[in-house]
């Protein structure tokens, strides 16, 4: 593979790995303007971002046996499609309800892009270099909620909300049409792959048995899922609490994701000296430690908005570096349904991240402590589940 290729594949998959992340987090800016516009509270539209979890974790189950049964294109091309009209169908919402409604059928589509994305990098690169693909694809995605809220907010004080999902159609437009005709076919469909309900689920069930699977896919997307809490909250966190503008917040939401992007490179760099394994449990400890920091501040009243960011910011960076790894090995035991694989490790982490951002529109209203305490809590069970499940794997590289 010419360096040329790998540039243009990964740029490409990062991109699809991206459409998901930009969708999140480039209407962020608007959560004000929205909640007057429809005549709700912030709260409210926070539930717009819980819609679009569940939507994505749902529709990464639905994908999963298509992308494997069909190819890669054909699913990846529909997905896209649905998720072109629904970004079209925001612009012109008048009530909450429709709005979380179709964020929902916006995030079905989105994660066709996700899932084929992930099953790409399986097919495309040896397991021994997966962890560093993934690191280079963290590079783009965390470029996206760099971009994305500093963009939406001028977007968002410019020219209003709307206009976001004008962007975000035109986005899923070009990303649909770089898949299409510059990605080469990677996988030959197999007609073995049932589509009826029953072997659907035996083969997740196959997938989930895997001991390598159900510890990191699950450690993975407990830890993950204090950013999920992050995102939900940051508006309330940010713009209620702390009361800064919507540029702003964009520019604090850039510098956030800042800690993920160079975290995640220099995990490509680690990689040369330790194992995926230790590099997971160390930043799993460290996020602990921090995560503890951070709760003893909020207790104890001792967080200002420059606090606040500084421990975010470690926070986010420990995930930087566990997340490429525990993707990486839960998916390394598979080859025949890496599809289906990738499927069921993004809806685990994207239905636990569903309910981290339901509780935030829940209980962040008033006070960061609740936010706090999520970000805690998962962290620590994520490590648990890590030393319990560690036990019982046969590491596959």
Not at 165 to 193: E, H, K, N, R
Not at 235 to 252: A, E, N, Q
């Amino acid at each position: 593979m010419t360096k040329a290729h790998y540039f243009k594949l990964i740029l490409i998959l990062g991109s699809l790995t991206a459409l998901g992340p930009f969708s999140i987090d480039m209407y962020l800016p608007g959560f004000a303007q929205i909640a007057t516009d429809l005549n709700t509270t912030v709260a409210s539209v926070a539930m717009t971002l819980s819609s679009y979890f569940i939507g994505i974790s749902a529709g990464q189950l639905l994908y999963g046996p298509l992308l494997d049964r069909y190819g890669r294109k054909k699913p990846l091309f529909i997905g896209m499609l649905v998720y072109i009209a629904a970004s079209l169908g925001c612009v012109f919402v008048k009530d909450i309800d429709t709005f979380i409604g179709l964020r929902f059928i916006q995030a079905v589509g989105s994660c066709a892009a996700t899932v084929a994305s992930v099953s790409m990098v399986r097919d495309f690169f040896p397991v021994k270099d997966i962890p560093k693909v993934f690191s280079l694809l963290m590079l783009v995605v965390g470029l996206s909620p760099m971009l994305a809220p500093t963009v939406g907010g001028y977007v968002t004080d410019w020219y209003g909300w709307h206009m976001v999902f004008v962007i975000l159609m035109f986005i899923g437009i070009i990303i649909m049409l770089a898949a299409q005709f510059g990605l080469p076919d990677s996988y030959v469909p197999d007609t073995t792959i049932s589509l009826k309900p029953k072997p659907i689920l035996l083969n997740f069930a196959s997938v989930l048995k895997e001991p390598q699977f159900y510890t990191y896919a699950f450690t993975g997307a407990i830890a993950f899922s204090g950013l999920f809490t992050y995102v939900a909250a940051s508006p309330i966190v940010f713009m209620d609490i702390y009361k800064v503008d919507p540029k702003m917040y964009g520019w604090i939401f850039a510098f956030m994701s800042l800690s993920f992007i160079l975290a995640s490179q220099l995990n490509s760099v680690l990689l040369k000296w330790y194992s995926s394994e230790q590099l997971i449990l160390g930043a799993l400890i460290t996020q602990s430690a921090v995560a503890l920091v951070f709760l003893f501040l909020a207790i104890n009243n001792m967080l200002g908005l420059y606090q606040t960011i500084t421990m975010l910011f470690l926070f986010l960076a420990c995930l930087g570096i566990s997340n490429p790894n525990t993707a990486g090995l839960t998916l390394a035991p598979f080859t025949k349904n890496a599809g289906s694989a990738s499927a069921l490790m993004g809806a685990i982490q994207l239905g636990l991240g569903a309910l981290a951002s339901f509780a935030v529109g829940t209980f962040v209203k008033e006070s960061i402590y609740p936010m706090v305490i999520i970000m805690a809590a998962s962290t620590i069970i994520a490590l648990i589940v890590l030393l319990i499940g560690k036990r019982r794997i046969k590491i596959q590289h």
